[in-house]
């Protein structure tokens, strides 16, 4: 057997050691719970932010059905008021910017021009086809 000493030492040893080992895994506890709540926490906010969407969701479903028969009803208006054009068929731009206003030689020589280099206005002036008579 050992001596009385010995043991004594042996059990402060283990108590020791024990205690050691409580306090690690009340550490490990505490961490593990922490992080527990934390996921919890997320996983609620989460919820809660999958909740408004599917709510906006279903509010964004109710206005586009709403703007597909507003849509529709202009469209039989437009029918109904005598505008045959098919909702497609757009009329198709032409490159180049703004088109300038095409004008038949005859008239654009007709034309009276003013600046300083036309002739007064108290002069008889006459059009030919060709341009202005002074």
């Given amino acids: 057997m050992q001596a009385f000493s010995e043991y004594v030492m042996q059990l402060r040893n283990d108590v020791r050691l024990l205690r050691l080992d409580k306090d690690r895994l009340t550490r490990a506890h505490q961490s593990q719970k922490q ?4 996921l919890a926490k997320r996983v609620k906010e989460q919820a809660q932010r999958i909740k408004e969407l599917e709510r906006e969701n279903e509010q964004l479903k109710r206005e586009r059905k709403q703007s597909r028969k507003t849509k529709n009803r202009y469209q039989v208006a437009l ?7 098919h ?15 095409r004008i038949p030689i005859e008239k654009a020589m007709c034309s009276p021009r003013r600046g300083r280099n036309s ?8 059009c030919t086809g060709r341009g202005w008579l002074v």
């Fill in 87 to 101: 909702p497609k068929t757009a009329p198709k731009k032409k490159k180049g910017g703004k088109q300038a206003m």
């Fill in 35 to 38: 992080t527990a709540e934390r």
């Fill in 119 to 126: 002739t007064s206005l108290s002069q008889p002036v006459a």
């Fill in 79 to 85: 029918f109904d008021q005598g505008n045959f054009r």
